[in-house]
């Protein structure tokens, strides 16, 4: 069975760090191209990082550069999102997904496995 576990959310002051975490079972994310995706209240979902199954390419969105980084640690079967100099506006509920194509990793629709996400409330 496949499944995703993201842990690591909670609340945090501004200019704070976190680190999420992801948990895999049922695939091998060595295999796959991970990333992790957030949903700000009243706004849709948006990609926020990701990186490549031959772990030689990460890519992040505008707003997260310079603050988040994303990394495997494919012994483990897991991914993490380290969050630094976080800002009100990071928070949100994030969610891990894994995709097995050759298609973009920056479209949400292309990911067939999500976790259940975990929620980040970053306060002033």
């Known amino acids: 069975q496949v499944q995703q576990l993201e842990f690591g959310g909670r609340l945090v002051q501004a200019g704070g760090s976190l680190r999420l975490s992801c948990a895999a079972s049922?695939?091998?994310?060595?295999?796959?191209?991970m990333a992790w995706f957030r949903q700000a209240p009243g706004k849709e979902r948006e990609f926020v990082a990701a990186?490549?199954?031959?772990?030689?390419?990460?890519y992040s969105e505008n707003f997260v550069q310079g603050r988040f980084t994303i990394a495997a640690d494919d012994d483990q079967n897991m991914v993490y999102l380290q969050m630094n100099s976080l800002k009100p506006e990071d928070t949100g509920i994030y969610y891990c997904?894994?995709?097995?194509?050759?298609?973009?990793?920056?479209?949400?629709?292309?990911?067939?496995?999500w976790g259940q996400g975990t929620q980040v409330t970053v306060s002033s």
């Open positions: 049922g695939f091998t994310v060595s295999l796959v191209d």
């Open positions: 997904a894994a995709k097995g194509d050759y298609t973009s990793v920056f479209t949400e629709v292309n990911y067939v496995y």
């Open positions: 990186i490549s199954r031959s772990r030689d390419k990460a």
